[in-house]
């Protein structure tokens, strides 16, 4: 089974998603005016079957009601259920009625994980103040409490952020990690790629941290399988092809390639007799599919 661990949905009229409407706002990752429509299973599944797809895992992406969006994800799963569909859910670890909300979200059959995100880029985190979140111990306490359920978490963040980060997810040992969009490394100069390797450390130490290989557009629109190479392999060569899962953050990533070009030039990078552990055996096994 061929698995894409990291892609969204979205249908304008079902779910409010603010970030995405706002015009003329260009995001770190680029100008998304070009997806500011619906984006629905069918279209995304028929890129994505045309690569050897056949399953996937949604990731929650900032809806202003975020029960709202898991209600309807479970919607689409229980619509289509030739394609196997699982989510991570949006839930603020730090809330008060954290247990409560976790029940809530458990009640959906298709439930893996939550997403809280930690950083998204410089400029934006300073606006957000998500990064504080490390300094919050009830941020930690809920990080423990998923563990405890069986329930995953979708880590966001930036590569200056991840020795603080492994500091905290070292003290919740239980609690599956997956690292998204390889820890963002945001600079792609020689010296930045050096910097994130070295913090990447911290985080691939950590047996319970996965790796996605996403998102790899995102802070450079013009980039090539040469160019993310470096990336790419010091993924692999840190966590291994059993904690190393591909994703496409589709239709984000869309802004940078199109899905049949994504996916071969990540089958380039790979090698192939890593295919079947990277594109399905670890998000089959991480995601519980």
């Not at 995405?20 to 994505?48: N, S, W």
């Not at 690292?179 to 600079?187: I, K, R, V």
Request: charged share 20%; hydrophobic share 40%.
């Amino acid at each position: 089974m061929r698995i894409d661990a990291h892609h969204h949905l979205w249908d304008l009229n079902a779910v409010n998603y603010p970030w995405l409407m706002e015009k003329g706002a260009v995001r770190f990752f680029g100008d998304p005016t070009p997806i500011q429509r619906d984006y629905l299973l069918p279209e995304f599944r028929k890129d994505a079957g045309a690569a050897g797809f056949s399953a996937s895992v949604h990731i929650q992406v900032g809806a202003a009601d975020p029960w709202a969006e898991a209600q309807w994800v479970q919607s689409v799963a229980d619509q289509y259920t030739d394609w196997p569909l699982v989510q991570v859910a949006f839930c603020d670890l730090t809330t008060d009625d954290l247990a409560e909300q976790l029940d809530q979200l458990q009640s959906l059959p298709s439930l893996r994980g939550v997403r809280q995100i930690i950083g998204r880029a410089p400029g934006e985190d300073q606006l957000s103040g998500t990064n504080e979140l490390l300094d919050n111990p009830k941020f930690l306490a809920g990080l423990q409490q998923l563990g405890e359920r069986g329930l995953s978490f979708d880590l966001q963040l930036l590569p200056e952020l991840m020795e603080r980060t492994a500091a905290v997810l070292a003290q919740a040992p239980s609690t599956q990690v997956a690292l998204c969009h390889a820890g963002s490394p945001h600079d792609r100069s020689e010296m930045g790629l050096e910097g994130w390797s070295k913090a990447l450390k911290s985080l691939s130490a950590l047996p319970q941290v996965t790796c996605k290989l996403s998102g790899l557009g995102m802070f450079d629109h013009n980039w090539c399988a040469n160019s993310v190479g470096p990336i790419v392999e010091t993924c692999l060569t840190q966590f291994g092809p059993e904690r190393c899962m591909f994703g496409s953050n589709f239709p984000v990533d869309s802004l940078s390639s199109n899905y049949a070009d994504l996916i071969a030039r990540h089958k380039a990078l790979v090698p192939e007799a890593q295919h079947d552990q990277v594109f399905g055996r670890t998000a089959q096994q991480f995601y519980q599919m």
